[in-house]
């Protein structure tokens, strides 16, 4: 039998929508395309009737400059050949916004959310993965706020995480990337979110001090769970397949998933 998926104790909920544990997929670095194609999977299986679920799905990207349904080229300072000396993938993306950069040490979430389900509209939907980033950034005493600028959030003028969206009758996916650890070197041969003269910064160029991937993932899942007032239930990404691609896993899955 596939593995259950056992919700972590809940922290107290604020008001939003709590409708039992969400599963919580963590990966390690994912090639975007492939965390694209997961995602629009699981968005068919929700709209084909196959899956009931709202997910976290959290990962990190090698690196990739991605562009946005509002395009993006035209704010990438560097070309293509540039981009295969310095290893930087160019991708195509569904979601809303211009172009950005991913890469190891940013934490992506990728919620993927029945906002009509959930009566969440839009813009509330994204005040949330802001308030979730927020919360991330002051565990580690950063003071974060939003700006009227672009969607996301800022420390001064230099912005530290960023929202951007795709919808599908009704279920919303993509999401957000926070910089923690990451490289920021590459943002600086785009124009960020398409805006001109903005530089980006991270929790660890804030708080000048050492700081772990596994502590900020931490936090955020701890946020995440506080501002939308959900439960967590950490499942392995073969598990959760299984369920709504209606198959059973393989004896090796069942050796590495089952319960013990």
Known sequence: MPASCEPVAPLAPTPVHAQGAWPLVELP??????ADRLQQAYVDARLAGRADQDVLILLEHPPVFTLGRHGGRENLGVDEAFLDRAGVALEASARGGNITYHGPGQLVAYPIVHLARRRLRVGDYVQALEAVMLATAR?????????????????????????????????????????????????????????AGVRMTS????????????????????AFAAELGVRLAPCPLEAWRAGWEGRRLSPAEEDIHGDP
């Open 139 to 195: 565990r580690f005493r950063v003071t974060a706020v939003r700006d009227a600028r672009n969607a996301g959030v800022w420390v001064g003028r230099s912005k530290l995480g960023s929202v951007g969206l795709c919808l599908r009758h009704g279920i919303a996916f993509h999401g957000l990337a926070l910089n923690a650890v990451n490289d920021l070197t590459p943002f600086d041969w785009i124009n960020p979110c398409g805006l």
């Open 29 to 34: 670095l994912v090639a975007y395309r492939e």
């Open 203 to 222: 929790l660890a160029r804030e708080t000048a001090r050492p700081l772990s991937m596994a502590a900020v993932r931490e936090a955020f899942k701890e």
